[in-house]
């Protein structure tokens, strides 16, 4: 479960963060941008390509590492990974802005890093889906492999679903998901 409601007050917010502890909902936020968002510029590839911060809450009984798979369901074809993190520690709550936990495995720009949001044309929905799994470490060294073992390991998932259209004429999203001229 994600929120998927726009969070206008701190009030509102502690209200529902409160709930989501007290329910004990797995669950995957960014401080950057909240569920069906826009992911602001930066964290893109019209911007620095800089990985959002992710945090999360409420993982499983039982849960013995993490993976993190991000992805474009959108792009033409098949689904282009954008990030791929595998062997997270169990006790991490969250990654901060521009870093990594874990090892990375090649996504489909061919790289061991974040690569940010770049569709083709008009707006594309990208998942961050995190997996809470039986296992410490994964064996996969392809992203095939990744998709393939978090399936056989998991435990539970959430997910944080972010959008993202290219800029235009030189317009850029701030943290507010506000167009700067």
């Known amino acids: 479960m994600c929120i998927r409601d726009r969070v206008s007050t701190q009030s509102t917010w502690d209200i529902r963060y409160a709930k989501i502890m007290e329910k004990k909902v797995f669950t995957i936020i960014s401080s950057a941008f ?6 602001p510029t930066l964290y893109t590839h019209d911007g620095k390509d800089t990985s959002p911060p992710l945090s999360w809450m409420n993982p499983p009984e039982g849960t013995k590492s993490f993976a993190l798979i991000n992805d474009d369901p959108d792009a033409p074809g098949k689904a282009w990974v954008h990030w791929l993190l595998k062997d997270i520690p169990a006790s991490t709550t969250g990654i901060e802005q521009g870093k990594k936990v874990g090892v990375e495995v090649k996504n489909s720009f061919g790289k061991l890093a974040y690569g940010g949001p770049a569709p083709p044309s008009g707006t594309h929905r990208y998942f961050f889906k995190l997996y809470a799994l039986n296992v410490e470490k994964l064996a996969a060294t392809t992203k095939e492999a990744m998709y393939a073992e978090v399936e056989k390991k998991k435990i539970d ?8 259209a290219h800029i235009e004429h030189g317009l850029q999203l701030n943290g507010n998901n506000q167009y700067i001229y």
Do not use: A, R, T
């Open 34 to 39: 909240k569920e069906g968002e826009m992911i």
């Open 157 to 164: 998932k959430c997910q944080l679903m972010g959008k993202y």
